[in-house]
């Protein structure tokens, strides 16, 4: 999808299906391309997209192709849920996981990615659930979006990945319902 295409059409989020697996996969892969992201799962994106405790998953939505993705998990050892127990004195049932959170380059510009991160957010504060996740330090774009958001960093971790790959992070809490 060339930037213009995407320009000319409203951006539409709504909850992922089974179908939209193909596509939210070429996404990754092209986003993998461009900036790095993710570290991990590339080789098998569809498999990646399909985390362990998964909750719920959304997508972005140009011109009827799938552009981006978000997904609300179960905690699964992240310690960015360690770190919110620690200062907030919440149980692990009561914290869920942002994660696989990524914009197509060529439909970055209109808010898809805030808007997958704002409706995730919601969900999360629907069902009680304080929402974490972490950011490689590298992503700058995404640690903007989630300062944008109201996000409040609570510490620091190495995202660990493949057999031996570490890479430095920052762990962040999403804003609480009112």
């Known amino acids: 999808m060339d930037r213009n295409a995407a320009a000319e059409h409203v951006t539409v989020i709504r909850p992922r299906r089974e179908a939209d697996l193909g596509e939210a996969s070429a996404a990754l892969v092209a986003v993998h391309s461009v900036d790095g992201y993710p570290v991990e799962g590339v080789d098998q994106p569809e498999v990646w997209l399909q985390p362990p405790g998964l909750i719920q998953a959304w997508v972005a939505e140009m011109a009827g192709r799938v552009v981006g993705h978000v997904a609300v998990s179960r905690p699964q050892g992240e310690a960015a849920v360690s770190l919110c127990r620690e200062q907030t004195g919440r149980s692990e049932d009561q914290i869920a996981v942002l994660a696989r959170l990524f914009v197509h380059p060529a439909a970055r510009g209109h808010s898809a990615g805030e808007r997958l991160a704002r409706e995730a957010t919601r969900y999360a ?47 962040f809490v999403a804003p609480e319902g009112r």
């Open 125 to 171: 504060q629907s069902q009680g659930l304080t929402l974490v996740g972490d950011v490689m330090v590298k992503d700058t774009a995404a640690i903007r979006l989630y300062e944008r958001l109201g996000c409040r960093m609570i510490g620091n971790t190495m995202h660990s990945y493949g057999d031996d790959g570490q890479i430095p992070a920052l762990c």
